[in-house]
C-alpha cells in the first residue's frame, strides 16, 4: 500500500503546486515563505477525498477537486504562519526568509486577512452547490469556518495566556487543539466532503476528528520538543532557538515538565534561563517521554484507522492511511 500511496502523492502534487502558484499570483508575491512547507494538509485533504472514491477510481481521478479545497486549507496554515512567526519575531522559515522580516509587519497582517479571505470566496467556483442536502460547498464552508475560528480562539488564548494556564498541562492541550488539531482533522473532513455527494457518514466524520486531535497533539508536541532535541536543525529552520515559555506562549513540553516537577523544581521552572530549562528537561527525561508517547499514539491512532471500516469506509482506504501514518510517525521520530 505505499507504493500506492507514494504514487498517488507523486500525481496529486503537481496538480495541487499548479493551484497554488496561481493563487499566489492572485495575491501578487512569491515570497518564499508561501512558497515553501511539507503540504502535510494538502495530503490529509487529499486522504480525505479518497475516503469517499472506490479504489478503481484512484488512479483515474484527475484529482482536480481535491487539490482546488486543499489550496483553501493551504491558504488557512500559511495565514496562521505569517502572523505566528511575526508575534514570535522569528526571522525565518524553512531557512528561508519570514514574510515580515523580507517586506514589513503590517504587510504580513494584511496579507494574513486577505488570504482567509480567498480561502472562502474561492470555495464558490470549485464546488457544486444545490439545494438538497448535504451539499459539498456548505459543509466544506461550515469545516473551514470552523476552522478559521478554533485557529483564532486558540491564537488569542495564547497570547492573552496566565501564569497558571501557562503551566498547566490540559491548559496548553487544549489550546494545541484548537490552534494546530483542528486544521489537520477539518483538513481531512474538507477533502471527504468535497467528494461524498448526498452521502453522509457520522459516525466516521467523528472519527476523523478525533484522529485529527491526536495527530495534531504529537505534532505540537514534537514541534515543542525540537528545540531540546534538535536545536541546530531548530536553528536553521527558524534562525534563532525559541523557548516559547520565556515569551509567555504554550509548550506542552514545559508544562509537562512542571507536571511532573517537585514543588523546589516548579520554582526553579518558572525562573528558569536557557541552561536551566535544558537540565530540567533532561533531569525528568520528557524527550524520552514522548518517544513513549508517539508510540502509543501511533497504535492508537491505527486502531481509529481501522475501526473506521464499521462506519462505511472501505479497508482499501483504512490500509491506505496506515501506510501515511506510517510516514508521519517517521517524520516525528527524526524530529527527536
Known amino acids: ?85 511575526w508575534i514570535d519575531g522569528d526571522a525565518q522559515r524553512h531557512g528561508l526568509p519570514a514574510f515580515h522580516a523580507e517586506t514589513a509587519p503590517e504587510r504580513a497582517v494584511m496579507l494574513a486577512v486577505k488570504m482567509v479571505g480567498l480561502s472562502t470566496y474561492r470555495l464558490r467556483d470549485i464546488l457544486p452547490k444545490n439545494t438538497v442536502m448535504p451539499h459539498s460547498y456548505f459543509l466544506c464552508l461550515d469545516t473551514l469556518i470552523d476552522t478559521i475560528y478554533s485557529m483564532a480562539s486558540g491564537a488569542y488564548e495564547e497570547l492573552t495566556i496566565g501564569t497558571a494556564e501557562l503551566y498547566n498541562f490540559e491548559s496548553v492541550r487544549e489550546i494545541a487543539r484548537l490552534e494546530t488539531a483542528e486544521i ?39 514541534n515543542d520538543l525540537e528545540v531540546f532535541s534538535k536545536p541546530t536543525s531548530l536553528y536553521e529552520h527558524k534562525g534563532r532557538l525559541n523557548f516559547d515559555v520565556s515569551a509567555r506562549r504554550k509548550s ?71 501506510a501515511f501514518l506510517e510516514i508521519i510517525k517517521r517524520t516525528a521520530e527524526d524530529r527527536l
Open 1 to 85: 500500500m505505499q507504493m500506492i500511496l507514494n504514487q498517488i502523492l507523486t500525481r496529486f502534487h503537481p496538480v495541487f503546486e499548479s493551484y497554488w502558484q496561481s493563487t499566489l499570483d492572485e495575491l501578487h508575491t512569491t515570497q518564499a515563505q508561501l512558497t515553501a512547507g511539507s503540504r502535510l494538509r494538502p495530503q490529509l485533504t487529499l486522504l480525505g477525498y479518497l475516503a469517499a472514491l472506490d479504489q478503481e477510481q484512484w488512479e483515474t481521478d484527475s484529482l482536480s477537486v481535491a487539490a482546488n479545497v486543499a489550496v483553501s486549507i493551504e491558504l488557512i496554515h500559511k495565514a496562521s504562519l505569517l502572523l505566528d512567526d
Open 252 to 322: 506542552l513540553a514545559i508544562s509537562l515538565l512542571y507536571q511532573m516537577a517537585s514543588r523546589q523544581d516548579r520554582a526553579k521552572l518558572e525562573q528558569a534561563d536557557e541552561a536551566e530549562l535544558r537540565t530540567l528537561v533532561q533531569k525528568y527525561r520528557i524527550v524520552e517521554y514522548y518517544v513513549r508517547e508517539l508510540e502509543k499514539e501511533y497504535v492508537s491512532l491505527l486502531d481509529d484507522t481501522a475501526s473506521l471500516t464499521h462506519m462505511g469506509i472501505s479497508s482499501e482506504w483504512c490500509d491506505l492511511f496506515c
Open 184 to 222: 489537520i482533522g477539518n483538513s481531512i473532513l474538507m477533502g471527504f466532503y468535497s467528494n461524498i455527494g448526498d452521502r453522509r457518514f457520522p459516525e466516521a466524520e467523528a472519527q476523523f476528528k478525533q484522529i485529527g486531535d491526536k495527530c495534531g497533539y504529537i505534532f505540537q508536541a514534537m
